[in-house]
């Protein structure tokens, strides 16, 4: 059974209200899309809650866009003034915009969730160590404040073991929040 919302169909006179609801969700998704695109390099830096809760309030707010829309098509059929009409028009295209935004946040939650701290730390070293050499998970190496502050780095949690000197190692170096390998060359 599905957990869909039970509308009540307001008045037209819930118009402003409805306005200022529909605006600061639109806001409020827009400023979590930037947020999380920021992220999209370094997925690592979030763990499985954080992007499940992303995932839980932006897949409820989803539920709620039909509704948001239904309402629109209820007050399109009254007998409105020209500001009404304009505000309901506008208001319908806000919730086209919201609906792309909330789908597009869902997306890159899920595209996210791959490779959160979490779901590093569950990997095995090799498995690591492909997904990192494959590109498949971004190296933390590539940002460049971290590469710039070493000296953020604790020494005391870097481990470099050595092979053979024609052999590459592979490290596991831990740093809060992250995980990072380094490939050292040994000599």
């Not at 909330?102 to 996210?112: G, P, R, W």
């Amino acid at each position: 059974m599905e957990n869909t919302p039970t509308p009540i169909w307001r008045p037209i006179s819930f118009l402003p209200t409805f306005a200022q609801l529909i605006y600061g969700t639109l806001q409020e998704t827009n400023d979590q899309l930037e947020t999380l695109e920021e992220a999209r390099p370094k997925p690592y830096i979030m763990d499985d809650a954080l992007v499940a809760r992303v995932i839980r309030c932006y897949s409820e707010t989803a539920t709620y866009i039909p509704i948001y829309k239904e309402q629109m098509g209820r007050w399109e059929r009254l007998d409105l003034t020209a500001d009404q009409r304009r505000e309901v028009k506008r208001l319908k295209t806000q919730v086209q915009t919201l609906s792309k935004v909330v789908d597009a946040i869902l997306s890159l939650a899920h595209e996210l969730k791959e490779n959160t701290i979490d779901a590093i730390l569950r990997k095995d070293d090799a498995e690591l160590t492909v997904d990192v050499l494959t590109g498949k998970i971004p190296s933390p190496l590539a940002d460049e404040s971290l590469r710039s502050n070493k000296s953020a780095w604790p020494a005391s949690l870097i481990h470099r073991f050595r092979t053979s000197p024609r052999t590459m190692a592979v490290t596991r170096t831990s740093y809060a929040p992250c995980l990072t390998i380094w490939i050292v060359s040994s000599s």
